[in-house]
Each structure stands twice: as structure tokens, then as C-alpha cells.
């Protein structure tokens, strides 16, 4: 079994920055892909910034210039920092980790942390 714990949100006014951090713990040896999603009411989650194991990197357009992600291997840890940030970023931010291989190197799919809530006031 594998946690995804994430912290780092709050309140912020726009044009502020906020880091966000997620954890992966449990039955570990590797993860392929650590990423952020958000959403927010009525609308579906949508791909914030994805980060692969070699380093790789994608961002949603709206964001792209202004979050960034990384990650620490060793640690299972991702982070997103996140500038010059808009009224309209303001949802709950999900951690995901995909292609989690476990300690006797069995694939075990994809895992999700309970979501932290970022606002972003105007």
C-alpha cells in the first residue's frame, strides 16, 4: 500500500508564491511519474505539472513560466513551487504518483494524496 501525503496550501494573495510538497510512503521502490493536478467545484482535474524519474517535466499551459516542479527521488518527495499566482489557480491541489513499482518490484498502478486547498485572493 502506498500514502500520498501533501502540504503547503493556504491562503495567498495574488501575485504571491506557495510551495507545495507531497510525500509518498508505504511499499516503494520506485515511482515513475510524481505530478499535481487540481480542481475545483464542477469541473474535472485537470494536469497542473507532471515530473518523470529522469527528470522530465510537462506543465498545463496556464501555468507554464510560473509553477515549477521537482522531485526527490531518493526521498519519494515532489514539490511545486508556485509564483505570481492568479485568483483563478485557486483550487485543491492533488498529488499523484503513477507507475509505483513496489520493494518486490511488482507494478502497482497509480496513487492519489487527499487533496490540500489553495486560495488565491485578488
Known amino acids: 500500500q502506498v500514502q500520498l501525503v501533501e502540504s503547503g496550501g493556504g491562503l495567498v494573495q495574488a501575485g504571491g508564491s506557495l510551495r507545495l510538497s507531497c510525500a509518498a510512503s508505504?511499499?516503494?521502490?520506485?515511482?515513475?511519474?510524481m505530478g499535481w493536478y487540481r480542481q475545483t467545484p464542477g469541473k474535472q482535474r485537470e494536469l497542473v505539472a507532471s515530473i518523470t524519474t529522469g527528470g522530465t517535466t510537462n506543465y498545463a499551459d496556464s501555468v507554464r513560466g510560473r509553477f515549477t516542479i521537482s522531485r526527490d527521488n531518493r526521498g519519494n518527495m515532489v514539490y511545486l513551487e508556485m509564483n505570481n499566482l492568479k485568483p483563478d489557480d485557486t483550487a485543491v491541489y492533488y498529488c499523484?504518483?503513477?507507475?509505483?513499482?513496489?520493494?518486490?518490484?511488482?507494478?502497482?498502478?497509480?496513487?492519489w494524496g487527499k487533496g490540500t486547498q489553495v486560495t488565491v485572493s485578488s
Open positions: 499523484k504518483a503513477a507507475g509505483v513499482i513496489d520493494a518486490s518490484y511488482r507494478p502497482q498502478g497509480s496513487y
Open positions: 508505504g511499499n516503494i521502490f520506485s515511482i515513475n511519474t
